[in-house]
């Protein structure tokens, strides 16, 4: 049985804990650590989260800080086809949107949730149960100069677009790898934004996600600029 783990003391640990795991089903992982084997529904995809995060040792959990706060390593488990292809859009963080006005690339949650990624891909078996999908390779990733370009271009241009009171008018389709859709528990939630007048207005939570397209990506080339 694997007990629930201390966080790794470095990142060679870790790596080594994360490479340690690829073969295995989300069954096999439940069985290990003793939990309950996740069967279905919409909170598989959490389970599955919850699972890797506690046979690597992670410790923040839904906090802002990367789960691995001493390593400034964030995990992202990232289910994909056989072929590797993601299937959704990845959740990077929140956004404060009556802050959006002062944000700042450099000091954002977002850059620091994507300084330095474990990718742990999370295969789909088709036709069988969700328990049975199985832990992949591990990738950790860390942006490169000109992949961090882009990321701050596009931060900055729905940041902005967001101070500026459009956020309602925001959709999917704007940013190039760095997408804002909305993030809440239920449709009845809400936050406060920046109106078009300059009021404040209660808007439904927003968070970035990262693109199939990117992630795709940089799963098979950390260094890769798609279009």
């Given at each position: 049985?694997?007990?629930?783990?201390?966080?790794?003391r470095?990142?060679?640990?870790?790596?080594?804990r994360a490479?340690?795991?690829?073969?295995?089903?989300?069954?096999?992982?439940?069985?290990?650590?003793?939990?309950?084997?996740?069967?279905?529904?919409?909170?598989?995809?959490?389970?599955?989260?919850?699972?890797?995060e506690?046979?690597l040792?992670a410790?923040?959990?839904?906090?802002?800080?990367?789960?691995?706060?001493?390593?400034?390593?964030?995990?992202?488990?990232i289910?994909?086809e056989?072929?590797?292809?993601?299937?959704?859009?990845?959740?990077?963080?929140?956004?404060?949107?009556?802050?959006?006005?002062?944000?700042?690339?450099?000091?954002?949650?977002?850059?620091?949730?994507l300084?330095?990624?474990?990718?742990?891909?999370?295969?789909?078996?088709?036709g069988?149960p969700?328990?049975?999908?199985?832990?992949?390779?591990?990738?950790?990733?860390?942006?490169?100069?000109?992949?961090?370009?882009?990321?701050?271009a596009?931060?900055?241009d729905?940041?902005?677009?967001?101070?500026?009171?459009?956020?309602?008018?925001?959709?999917?389709h704007?940013?190039?790898?760095?997408?804002?859709?909305?993030?809440?528990?239920?449709?009845?939630?809400?936050?406060?934004?920046?109106?078009?007048?300059?009021?404040?207005?209660?808007?439904?939570?927003?968070?970035?996600?990262?693109?199939p397209?990117?992630t795709?990506?940089?799963?098979g080339?950390?260094?890769?600029?798609p279009?």
């Amino acid at each position: 049985m694997i007990s629930a783990l201390k966080p790794p003391r470095d990142e060679a640990e870790l790596r080594c804990r994360a490479a340690a795991l690829a073969g295995l089903t989300l069954a096999d992982l439940a069985r290990a650590l003793g939990c309950a084997v996740p069967r279905g529904g919409v909170r598989t995809k959490g389970a599955a989260g919850a699972l890797v995060e506690r046979a690597l040792g992670a410790t923040a959990g839904s906090t802002s800080r990367p789960d691995f706060p001493h390593l400034g390593i964030e995990l992202k488990t990232i289910p994909v086809e056989v072929t590797g292809a993601p299937q959704e859009s990845t959740f990077v963080c929140s956004i404060s949107l009556s802050d959006a006005d002062r944000a700042e690339w450099e000091t954002s949650r977002a850059r620091a949730k994507l300084a330095c990624v474990l990718w742990v891909p999370i295969i789909a078996a088709p036709g069988r149960p969700s328990e049975e999908r199985r832990l992949g390779a591990p990738r950790l990733w860390r942006p490169t100069d000109a992949q961090e370009r882009v990321l701050r271009a596009d931060f900055e241009d729905l940041m902005g677009l967001i101070g500026i009171g459009a956020v309602e008018a925001l959709t999917a389709h704007a940013g190039r790898w760095l997408q804002v859709r909305p993030k809440a528990a239920s449709g009845r939630s809400r936050t406060l934004a920046f109106g078009r007048d300059g009021e404040m207005i209660a808007a439904l939570p927003r968070g970035f996600y990262l693109r199939p397209s990117f992630t795709g990506a940089i799963l098979g080339d950390p260094a890769a600029i798609p279009a």
